[in-house]
């Protein structure tokens, strides 16, 4: 296992969660990061990624809600998730890859994957 995802759960609409992502081996801030999240039936989206260098990057439909983050120190994946809305609802998985200069929002890109957590928003 290379990446654990955990802080999933069920939040009003407008509440705030915040995930976490636990990389193990060789996967640390030097790999480009990202967040996707998937609805049962539908096709896997991108909704925040962040660079070596920090630069970070969000999807329209997250942008000013969501904050991805990463701890250095104790090489740990965040992303804050403020005003959760009920369409936020779904698996949300942690993704890396080492090969990336620039984090993108593209599935195929990401070689290594959490298992996912559960976000619930009623």
């Known amino acids: 296992v290379q990446l654990v995802e955990s802080g999933g759960g069920s939040e009003q609409e407008g509440g705030s969660l915040t995930l976490s992502c636990t990389p193990s081996?060789?996967?640390?801030?030097?790999?480009?990061m990202g967040w996707f999240r998937q609805v049962s039936g539908k096709r896997r989206e991108g909704v925040a990624a962040?660079?070596?260098?920090?630069?970070?990057r969000y999807a329209d439909s997250v942008k000013g809600r969501f904050t991805i983050s990463h701890d250095g120190a104790k090489n740990l994946l965040f992303l804050r998730m403020d005003t959760l809305k009920p369409e936020d609802t779904a698996k949300y998985y942690c993704a890396a890859d080492p090969r990336l200069v620039t984090a993108t929002f593209w599935e195929a890109d990401h070689g290594y994957w959490g298992q996912g957590t559960q976000v619930t928003v009623s």
């Open positions: 962040i660079d070596p260098d920090g630069t970070t």
């Open positions: 081996g060789h996967i640390d801030s030097t790999y480009c």
